[in-house]
């Protein structure tokens, strides 16, 4: 599934038009954030993770975004289900986040 880039106008909207949502937060200046891309990006594509909406937001331009989450550092992962924040951490590490999206597809 790719990936899509949002802002705040339309983040609540598509937390609500699907039930399992990934969001990273990241910024320009993040080295960190930037060295993680192809790995979201592959894990977008993983076939264990369909039905999963992939996004991405900048967390310096999209405040209301990034209060949903209670995003304190970049890059910062969180997983919404049906709405709702299930769980957020501030990771660097694949692992970390796929153990979200298992969490998720639970």
Do not use: H
Not at 23 to 50: H, I, T
Not at 54 to 81: I, M, Q, S, T, Y
């Amino acid at each position: 599934m790719a990936i899509q880039k949002t802002d705040d106008t339309e983040f609540q909207e598509l937390l609500e038009s699907n039930n399992k949502v990934i969001v990273k937060y990241y910024a320009d200046w993040c080295g960190s954030c930037k060295l993680f891309s192809p790995k979201y990006r592959r894990l977008s594509d993983d076939d264990r993770f369909e039905g999963i909406a992939f996004l991405d937001v900048n967390a310096e331009e999209n405040e209301k975004a990034r209060k949903a989450a209670g995003v304190d550092n970049l890059p910062f992962f969180a997983v919404f289900k049906d709405g709702k924040l299930l769980e957020g951490t501030s990771t660097s590490k694949e692992d970390q986040v796929v153990a979200l999206l298992e969490k998720l597809k639970a």
